[in-house]
């Protein structure tokens, strides 16, 4: 099972995410859950970077399996804003995966 954990702030911006596990979906390779996930996470990070000029501040573990970003501190408000824009799209692509594979992938949404 890949557990997302989506963390948003007191005005509902997210403000970090983690990605933990393996789907398990199908044999290696062919596990299309992992792999969109995996595709979803990894293109919002670096279209983040590319598009915004921002690095997340990103921690990850071993061969896969664990994806820990948040959000810097400090950004101008444009920034910030488009930043926010990729990184919701992010997290509706991840709740219709959860919807669509339930078994494999489970969202959860933490609004302070």
Same mark, same amino acid.
């Given at each position: 099972? !890949? $557990?997302?954990?989506? =963390? ?5 911006? !997210? ?10 979906? &199908? @044999? $290696?390779? =062919?596990? !299309?859950?992992?792999? #969109? ?5 990894? /293109?919002? +990070?670096?279209? +983040?970077?590319?598009?915004? &000029?921002?690095?997340?501040?990103? %921690? %990850?573990? &071993?061969? &896969? #399996? $664990?994806?820990?970003?948040?959000? @810097? *501190? /400090? ?5 910030? *804003?488009?930043? =926010?824009?990729?990184?919701? #799209? ?5 709740? %219709?995966?959860?919807?669509? $594979? =339930?078994?494999? !992938?489970? +969202? *959860?949404?933490?609004?302070?």
């Amino acid at each position: 099972m !890949i $557990y997302v954990r989506m =963390q948003h702030n007191e005005h509902d911006d !997210i403000i970090a995410f983690t990605m933990s596990g393996h789907a398990e979906a &199908g @044999p $290696y390779g =062919q596990d !299309i859950v992992c792999a #969109g996930a995996s595709a979803v996470s990894i /293109g919002t +990070v670096n279209a +983040v970077q590319s598009l915004c &000029g921002v690095d997340l501040v990103v %921690s %990850s573990k &071993g061969e &896969g #399996g $664990y994806l820990d970003c948040a959000v @810097p *501190e /400090g950004l101008d408000v444009r920034t910030y *804003e488009d930043v =926010q824009l990729l990184l919701k #799209g992010m997290e509706l692509s991840f709740l %219709s995966m959860a919807d669509a $594979y =339930q078994t494999f !992938i489970t +969202v *959860e949404i933490d609004r302070r």
